[in-house]
């Protein structure tokens, strides 16, 4: 499987691009609109055909860039079901396939951020968005934003993953561009804890809002066209 990882420097938002050796068919993740121009020559030079742009979730920091990409390549959108972004081809939800050339993604719900949140398992490698970032985890202060629901999303479905499964999160602010399964289970700092001491602490973050929210969630909302 031909995997690329991508990073808009300005919201700290990876992008991945992955697709089928052989017959060449492509899916993006979480692509960012002001990266249109850089993804599109990237899937020209590695002769890829892209057949889906599908987002981890409603973005609150950066607008996607899936409505373009349609609009460029005839490839589907999609996004988690209880998004409700009508725009989108495909809603999807836990236990959805996504095949490309001879590979599957599979889809699996893991909200708490948002209350449609994915994440993306094929072979060894799960796409986390932004429930698990490296040695962290999404906030949950905004967009139906639930702590014991991330809680539960990331120690019952994303640590029931084999150990060996490589993480490559939705963001890294710290320079980190992968994990896996078996390392944030040792490592990750907010996992260490009680559901209840999970709760209470991101209850108390208290977090600025991301600085292009009020633009980027209704923009998501329409595929990035708005």
């Known amino acids: 499987m031909i995997l690329r990882q991508l990073f808009d420097h300005e919201t700290y938002t990876y992008t991945y691009l992955i697709a089928d050796e052989k017959e060449r068919e492509a899916i993006i993740i979480d692509p960012v609109k002001e990266q249109l121009s850089r993804d599109m020559k990237l899937i020209e030079?590695?002769?890829l055909t892209l057949r889906y742009a599908i987002d981890t979730h409603v973005h609150a920091d950066h607008i996607t860039?899936?409505?373009?990409?349609?609009?460029?390549?005839?490839?589907?959108?999609?996004v988690g079901i209880g998004g409700e972004v009508a725009c989108a081809d495909m809603a999807l939800k836990d236990g959805d396939e996504i095949k490309?050339?001879?590979?599957t993604l599979q889809v699996l719900a893991t909200p708490g951020h948002t209350n449609s949140?994915?994440?993306?398992?094929?072979?060894?490698?799960?796409f986390s968005g932004d429930s698990l970032f490296i040695r962290g985890t999404g906030r949950t202060d905004f967009q139906q934003g639930?702590?014991?629901?991330?809680?539960?999303?990331?120690?019952?479905?994303?640590?029931?993953?084999p150990d060996e499964t490589i993480v490559y999160p939705g963001h890294d602010y710290r320079g980190n561009t992968m994990s896996t399964?078996?390392?944030?289970?040792?490592?990750?700092?907010?996992?260490?804890?009680?559901?209840?001491?999970?709760?209470?602490m991101m209850a108390a973050l208290n977090l600025p809002d991301p600085k292009k929210i009020m633009e980027a969630v209704p923009a998501n909302l329409a595929c990035g066209q708005a």
């Open 45 to 47: 030079e590695l002769g």
């Open 65 to 78: 860039s899936a409505g373009d990409l349609r609009e460029a390549t005839g490839c589907k959108t999609g």
């Open 100 to 103: 490309f050339g001879s590979h």
């Open 117 to 126: 949140c994915l994440s993306f398992y094929a072979g060894n490698v799960v």
């Open 146 to 161: 639930d702590a014991g629901r991330l809680y539960d999303s990331i120690s019952k479905k994303l640590y029931a993953l």
């Open 181 to 200: 399964i078996g390392e944030e289970k040792q490592f990750n700092p907010r996992m260490q804890q009680s559901r209840e001491h999970f709760i209470e």
